[in-house]
């Protein structure tokens, strides 16, 4: 089977720079996304493709990758921030993988 | 502006079923690819399965868990995703959100609002 693994939370201060990571061996041949998931909302997609933005995403959102793990920063995060997050993968043509998700708090 | 509005959750017993749509509007349905994915209450989120469009050939895939008990179909003529779920059981319960993307190279990724199914004695 495949899997993602994030930490189950982060906490920074309104301002710094926070860092989720997913890890997965899968990682190093399938792109991952990323969403942000704020309490009674739908998901979100932030980050596509391992580093690319959607329209209309904030720039302080960004994604890079080396090996088996992708990382999602938000640099300068803001109150507005907070929210869980999953990374996302295809591993296969017929499967889908979420990871477990990390609550990032901003205060 | 594109959007999907999911409906047919409600409460069911276990052994039962219960049959979700998922409308969208706009014009982009035929071509997009079509997930529905549930999350349990206060857990992640999990993929339940997804069809293709026709176009690039229309496969259906279940996660594991579902397999066997869950159908996905979509008519393109209505704009509208199905999920037609027999047997089931308490872990079963959970909000269930329809998602229409384009495949992993694309940055369209739109989710509904979700609907909300409790199976419980």
């Known amino acids: 089977s495949y899997e993602l693994t994030q930490p189950s939370s982060v906490s920074v201060s309104p301002g710094q720079t926070a860092r989720i990571t997913c890890s997965g061996d899968?990682?190093?041949?399938?792109?991952v996304r990323w969403f942000q998931q704020k309490p009674g909302q739908a998901p979100v997609l932030v980050i596509y493709?391992?580093?690319e933005r959607p329209s209309g995403i904030p720039e302080r959102f960004s994604g890079s990758s080396s090996g088996t793990t992708v990382t999602l920063t938000i640099s300068g995060a803001q109150v507005e921030d907070e929210a869980d997050f999953y990374c996302?993968?295809?591993?296969?043509?017929?499967?889908?993988?979420f990871g477990g998700g990390t609550k990032l708090t901003v205060l | 502006e594109v959007q999907l509005v999911e409906s047919g959750g409600g409460l069911v017993k276990p052994g039962g079923s219960l049959r979700l749509s998922c409308a969208a509007s706009?014009?982009?349905?035929?071509?997009?690819?079509m997930s529905w994915v549930r999350q349990a209450p206060g857990k992640g989120l999990e993929w339940v399965g997804r069809?293709?469009?026709?176009?690039?050939?229309?496969?259906?895939d279940y996660a594991a868990p579902v397999k066997g008990r869950f159908t996905i179909s979509r008519d393109d003529s209505k704009n509208t995703l199905y999920l037609q779920m027999n047997s089931l059981k308490t872990e079963d319960t959970a909000v269930y959100y329809c998602?229409?993307?384009?495949?992993?190279?694309?940055?369209?990724?739109?989710w509904g609002q979700g609907t909300l199914v409790t199976v419980f004695s």
């Open positions: 996302y993968s295809a591993p296969d043509n017929n499967l889908e993988v």
């Open positions: 493709k391992d580093i």
């Open positions: 069809i293709e469009s026709k176009t690039d050939g229309g496969t259906i």
């Open positions: 998602r229409l993307w384009f495949g992993e190279l694309y940055g369209f990724d739109l």
């Open positions: 899968v990682l190093a041949k399938k792109y």
């Open positions: 706009g014009s982009t349905f035929s071509n997009a690819w």
